[in-house]
């Protein structure tokens, strides 16, 4: 290991020993537990949200919207309507609301990836999702997952973004395994003959360019066995019992419709959703041919 990597995990070391925090140490060990169990980095692929900075002082920059889409251009479209509902509801000033209205006229125009529009500087930011795997496929929740103290089953409402408003400090405050995961990363590049020259050469610049790695909020998701891959199935979710939720909902409610479902099936799936609610934190069901699982997502 390189002196500055050892030096920067005595570091997460000491802050850990000095916080003397009971919870973090517990979560410290789920940690390392994971590594033995999921060893493997199972990379989805890329994702791309919104970030932005006041250009007085020295702020961090600061997201504004989930970073899970799929390509810069979803992200391009989410800063075009920011501004332009900023121009319709927050401003009566006329030369605001021009210059605001300018800017969504230019991402009408062009593939911009940053803007900046009355003191404030708006980038179009690229992530990468991935999942830990092991002999036993991809990791679950962890015992030191956040859980609701009484969870519910009821209608299912939108959770509240984890990513909204969440900085982008590279020294910000971590525990000693997400701080060694962090530097692991710092090289990182797709290299994998499937992907195209140009991709596997952005990614390579992008390490030299870029070099430091910032760890997003953890979520969860469903992903379903297929063969040897797992699959996502549905959006990220900021808790595991959101997801066991977005589980519960699409064998009850989505897929039954999407697949058309007959009745039998329908009746199948149903059982299999009570019996996963009757069994509280569960992270996994079975039903006909289909093998499910909540599992735990990471972000860089």
Not at 8 to 34: G, K, N, T
Not at 179 to 194: N, V
Not at 239 to 253: F, K, N, S
């Amino acid at each position: 290991m390189p002196d500055d990597w050892k030096r920067q995990i005595d570091a997460l070391h000491s802050d850990l020993v000095r916080r003397d925090d009971p919870a973090a140490w517990v979560s410290e060990a789920d940690a390392v537990d994971a590594s033995y169990l999921y060893p493997q980095l199972a990379v989805r692929g890329p994702v791309f949200g919104l970030a932005a900075r006041e250009t007085e002082g020295d702020g961090p920059w600061r997201l504004l919207a989930d970073v899970t889409e799929g390509t810069p251009q979803q992200a391009r479209d989410g800063l075009n309507s920011l501004l332009w509902f900023k121009a319709k509801d927050d401003t009566d000033v006329r030369e605001e609301r021009r210059a605001l209205l300018s800017a969504v006229a230019r991402l009408e125009r062009e593939p911009v990836n940053e803007l900046t529009v009355l003191g404030t500087r708006y980038r179009i930011i690229r992530g990468d999702e991935f999942a830990r795997s092991g002999e036993n496929g991809l990791e679950p929740p962890r015992p030191t997952d956040p859980e609701p103290a009484e969870p519910t089953w009821g209608d299912r409402q939108s959770p509240p973004s984890q990513d909204v408003g969440f900085t982008l400090e590279p020294g910000r405050a971590e525990g000693l395994m997400a701080g060694a995961l962090r530097i692991a990363l710092r090289g990182f590049t797709y290299t994998g003959d499937h992907f195209p020259p140009e991709f596997r050469a952005d990614s390579a610049r992008a390490v030299r360019e870029h070099p430091e790695v910032l760890l997003l909020p953890v979520s969860f998701g469903v992903a379903e066995r297929r063969g040897q891959r797992w699959r996502p199935r549905g959006a990220l979710m900021p808790t595991p019992h959101d997801a066991r939720q977005l589980l519960v909902h699409g064998m009850t409610e989505f897929w039954p419709v999407l697949y058309d479902f007959d009745d039998a099936e329908k009746d199948e799936f149903a059982r299999a959703a009570e019996e996963f609610k009757a069994a509280g934190r569960a992270n996994e069901v079975v039903v006909r041919d289909r093998w499910l699982r909540v599992c735990r997502v990471e972000r860089k």
